[in-house]
């Protein structure tokens, strides 16, 4: 099981750390062509609403979609679970079909409730790319649905690797709209997602898997998928409304202000896409397992271990980010059309994001803890909690301290749903909380402060003027947190050196 698990947890991360680093080459592309810009703008916007759309029911299909899965080959047999999956299949493509038809009848309408701020040139630019960029919700019905037959199946690799060929042909996309045409931004980002959904072809035929499309809904398991589904929906909404009022204020605040929270925005995700969601999407269906077997205290190690390794990882990188935040925009996007203005707008941004990267990756573990449980009401209310925080501190940070208080908002909403869902796990069953092991944290905490002061000092010394200069500075931050760390004992990584000693770099059960 050790060598399954790390084999799959390996192959995710690094999967998804590659398709991230395209995704953040193609943010490099679109700030060099474009930088801060009407037009940047209506592109995210456009790219934004057929994303938000579907994550309504993307994010909770991949959540519930493996529970009931697993329910119905217990019960039966393959062909009744692939049955199950094309009635689902059918039913994310009608939603597709009926929000497609929305959009197209109100686009400018759809448009505003986005970006508010939106008039002339950038509105009607907007309210075209959005025309064209709506119909790949028909292609990422198909991977969802896809993503989540092949999780169930114990198949990783694939599922994190179909964004690799997604992102190039995006990035081929902006060098063709800044070269050529700039219609091709729009239309090559929707082909992309259909070049995304053309490589699951590949396992999906190895499973024998066929679309077939199925309207018989009177299903007792699509019922039990629908329960679990519903709450998921709305938690997800939240998120989505929080992102929606996060640009549509922006949009108010300054010119080039969504494009300044996006790239600000896309080296968190960077980091959180490359560790918390991998490890999250492994665990998540052994920790399921383990918990319809009756093995919490299983569970509770699973989910402890994963919470130290990504507090070890997070916590030197939000310390990075907050002492590094205009030299890191500067050398990644300062070229071409992203001046000094825009450096700094979305330096400011990547300051009060980094506050939020801990609480952001935890907030993931926590929702698929309870998931795991069958609990999918908690996640949501908290959500809506964490959505009204994030609400009223945008409008009111963002009169203060700008941009800047957009990101603070986000990072502060993260937190205080973090709290919330902690202090809830008992309620799951039986008393089923995690611990916080303090004193590690307190230990990982020091170390990357001493790590912070450090590569403060250096700094000092060696102002950062392109790639290599930043490089320097990574390498003296990572190699003290590095020493610091094993000098401070960290239990975590103590039992992971002495287990790579013992077994000589290879996984044995």
Excluded at 110 to 132: C, E, M, P, Q, W
Excluded at 481 to 497: D, N, P, Q, S
Aim: proline share 2%.
């Amino acid at each position: 099981m050790s060598r399954i698990m790390g084999k799959a947890i390996s192959v995710m991360v690094l999967f998804t750390l590659l398709a991230k680093v395209l995704g953040f080459v193609r943010e490099l592309l679109l700030s060099y062509f474009f930088g801060t810009t009407g037009i940047s703008d209506a592109y995210l916007i456009s790219q934004t609403i057929p994303g938000t759309i579907f994550q309504f029911v993307g994010t909770g299909l991949t959540t519930c979609f493996i529970p009931v899965y697993y329910k119905v080959l217990n019960e039966h047999n393959r062909k009744e679970c692939d049955d199950f999956t094309n009635k689902v299949l059918t039913l994310v493509l009608s939603f597709s079909t009926v929000a497609m038809a929305v959009v197209w009848l109100f686009t400018p309408l759809v448009v505003k409730l986005f970006a508010a701020g939106f008039t002339g040139d950038t509105l009607d630019l907007a309210v075209l790319f959005t025309r064209i960029g709506i119909s790949s919700l028909y292609f990422s019905s198909v991977i969802y649905v896809y993503n989540s037959y092949l999780q169930a199946n114990n198949i990783f690799g694939f599922t994190a690797a179909a964004a690799i060929p997604n992102s190039i042909a995006i990035i081929c996309s902006i060098v063709l709209g800044a070269c050529w045409n700039i219609l091709a931004l729009s239309v090559g980002s929707t082909l992309a997602t259909a070049v995304q959904m053309a490589f699951l072809f590949i396992p999906i035929h190895k499973l024998q898997f066929r679309i077939k499309l199925n309207f018989h809904w009177k299903d007792s398991y699509l019922k039990h998928f629908f329960y679990l589904l519903g709450p998921v929906i709305l938690g997800v909404s939240v998120n989505e409304i929080n992102v929606l009022v996060d640009k549509s204020v922006a949009s108010q605040v300054a010119v080039g202000g969504i494009s300044a929270l996006t790239y600000a925005n896309s080296l968190i995700m960077l980091i959180q896409g490359g560790f918390a969601q991998p490890i999250a999407t492994v665990f998540y269906p052994r920790i399921t397992e383990n918990i319809s077997k009756g093995n919490k205290k299983i569970a509770q190690d699973n989910f402890q271990t994963a919470l130290l390794v990504l507090l070890v990882l997070l916590l030197p990188i939000t310390v990075g980010f907050l002492v590094l935040p205009q030299e890191i925009i500067a050398v990644f996007f300062g070229r071409g059309a992203f001046d000094e203005n825009a450096i700094v707008l979305t330096a400011t941004a990547l300051s009060f994001y980094s506050f939020g990267i801990v609480f952001i990756g935890v907030r993931e573990l926590l929702a698929r803890y309870y998931y795991a449980y069958g609990n999918t009401k908690l996640p949501m209310i908290n959500a809506a909690i964490g959505m009204v925080v994030n609400i009223v501190l945008n409008l009111t940070l963002s009169k203060v301290i700008g941009i800047g208080g957009l990101a603070l908002a986000t990072s502060v909403s993260a937190a205080v749903t973090v709290l919330l869902m902690w202090g809830q796990c008992r309620k799951l069953a039986e008393g089923a909380g995690v611990k916080l092991y303090w004193r590690e944290i307190v230990k990982i905490t020091v170390a990357a402060i001493i790590m912070g002061i450090i590569v403060c000092f250096a700094k000092s010394l060696f102002p950062i003027g392109d790639f290599f200069g930043l490089f320097v500075l990574v390498f003296i931050g990572a190699t003290t947190y590095g020493i610091t760390i094993f000098a401070l004992r960290v239990e975590i990584l103590m039992e992971f050196a002495n287990k790579v000693l013992k077994r000589g770099f290879k996984w044995k059960d």
